[in-house]
């Protein structure tokens, strides 16, 4: 079993459509972290949370430590959203634990 | 563009030889990260240095070491290659936590390692 498990694995949307990330993890940590990588491959960090709700333009990110559990939250979403999102675990010892990540697409 | 530089971009190179992989961080950095992404494993850690000193050591196997060097840049060397190295190596830097405990991490572009 993986420590960080996330879904859905692949999402299609329209756009405009509201999107939902799901992130459960099993390890202890001290941050849950989300990152989007883009078709060519490059990883951009779009959030870093260890408690309630962060939220930067059209991306919200909430976590609740209780359940294990994160959200990714797009709202009005557009095509250029279209990524992969992965979420990742870090504990203090500064050990990261990554999802599977999930790809996104947003048609037009 | 995220300010981290990372090459080679591409390398190709056979079983059982030996790669450096070169990492420098955005400017004034102090912790560097190294990730590994396979198509059959997704993203895993390596290994975080934090200038200079090995700070966390993830998944990284014996044959893999890596060093931070007094400028801060970073590289990464894989030795005794195998099939299954092949991935696309990432680091990533960041000035460390802020006062409010967040860590932002910057990413380079990766080198593409294709062993044959």
């Known amino acids: 079993k993986n420590e960080v498990e996330q879904s859905p694995q692949n999402l299609t949307a329209q756009e405009g459509e509201f999107i939902t990330i799901n992130c459960s993890y099993s390890v202890g940590i001290s941050a849950l972290h989300w990152l989007q990588q883009h078709p060519g491959g490059g990883i951009v960090s779009l959030f870093m949370l260890s408690s309630g709700k962060k939220k930067h333009g059209r991306l919200i990110a909430t976590i609740n430590i209780q359940e294990k559990h994160s959200s990714l939250h797009i709202t009005a979403s557009h095509p250029r959203d279209s990524a992969v999102y992965i979420c990742?675990?870090?504990?203090?010892?500064?050990?990261?634990?990554f999802g599977t990540g999930t790809s996104l697409t947003v048609i037009p | 563009d995220s300010g981290v530089t990372q090459t080679p971009k591409h390398l190709i190179t056979a079983t059982g030889q030996r790669v450096t992989l070169r990492c420098s961080p955005r400017s004034g950095d102090l912790s560097v990260y190294w990730y590994q992404q396979s198509l059959d494993q997704g993203l895993q850690f390596l290994i975080q240095y934090y200038n200079g000193e090995e700070r966390a050591k993830g998944n990284i196997l014996e044959r893999f070491s890596a060093q931070q060097f007094p400028d801060l840049h970073s590289e990464l060397n894989l030795s005794s290659l195998e099939l299954g190295d092949s991935a696309l190596y990432f680091c990533?830097?960041?000035?460390?936590?802020?006062?409010?405990?967040?860590?932002?991490?910057?990413f380079g572009s990766g080198t593409q390692l294709s062993v044959l």
């Open positions: 990533a830097s960041s000035v460390g936590l802020d006062r409010a405990g967040n860590e932002k991490l910057f």
């Open positions: 990742a675990a870090s504990n203090t010892g500064n050990q990261f634990y």
